[in-house]
């Protein structure tokens, strides 16, 4: 079945290092893929995505390219700041009788100063 | 403002009891969610609704019941509450793939 599979967390990085955190999918259609993210004791925020093979999806610093090959739509930053601490889910979506999403488990990325 | 809203923010409920979340959006988008979300697990549909007047099971849809009441609200019931179900509940809503979500209800049954 459809379903998104993310590294496991949680990450702890100082500030300024360079973040990956890998994602990849399995689904039966072509799905629009997505990066969400959810800082602590909020609801999840859309952060970047893409909706087609090699689109590149960009946002506050954030990129991740949709490699249809690879099945894979790996998050990366250059230079992670506090602020970035939060719970990060991909997530890919499908057309079928309505939006289908899946989501991962989620990534839990910690920054210290 | 603009979005998805949920109450109540917080819930503790005793095993057996019942009650209802509340989600209401003000973006006329057709399609409501409702997920859940645990450790590891990431998020869980519940139960969807693609349209007013229309809701189908999501992947785990034993315990709950929904309602469409109209376009803008969709509703959770826990008819009989179990610890299992103690969880965060997020409502969504979208009229494309990429679902704007309210900012959830953290619910402890014990």
């Known amino acids: 079945g459809d379903s998104v599979t993310q590294m496991e967390g949680p990450v702890t990085l100082s500030e300024e290092a360079f973040l990956t955190i890998n994602c990849t999918y399995t689904?039966?259609?072509?799905?629009?893929l997505f990066w969400y993210v959810q800082y602590p004791g909020e609801g999840l925020q859309l952060l970047l995505k893409?909706?087609?093979?090699?689109d590149k999806g960009s946002n506050k610093g954030f990129e991740a390219t949709y490699r249809k090959e690879t099945t894979s739509f790996h998050l990366e930053k250059g230079s992670v700041q506090v602020s970035d601490s939060a719970v990060y889910f991909c997530?890919?979506?499908?057309?079928?009788?309505?939006?289908?999403?899946?989501f991962g488990p989620g990534t839990s990325l910690s920054v210290i100063p | 403002n603009a979005g998805v809203t949920q109450t109540p923010k917080f819930q503790v409920l005793k095993t057996g009891q019942s009650m209802t979340l509340q989600c209401a959006q003000d973006?006329?988008?057709?399609?409501m969610y409702w997920y859940r979300q645990d450790p590891g697990m990431g998020l869980r549909l519940i139960y969807y609704?693609?349209?007013?007047?229309?809701?189908d099971k999501g992947e785990v849809p034993n315990g709950y019941n929904v309602s469409r009441l109209n376009k803008r609200e969709f509703s959770l019931r826990l008819e009989s509450a179990a610890p299992s179900q103690t969880s965060v509940y997020f409502c969504a809503s979208s009229d494309g793939p990429k679902p704007l979500f309210g900012q959830g209800t953290r619910l402890t049954v014990v």
């Open positions: 893409a909706t087609k093979a090699d």
């Open positions: 997530a890919l979506s499908l057309k079928t009788s309505y939006d289908k999403v899946i």
């Open positions: 973006m006329n988008h057709n399609s």
């Open positions: 609704s693609a349209s007013e007047g229309t809701t």
């Open positions: 689904a039966t259609g072509y799905p629009s």
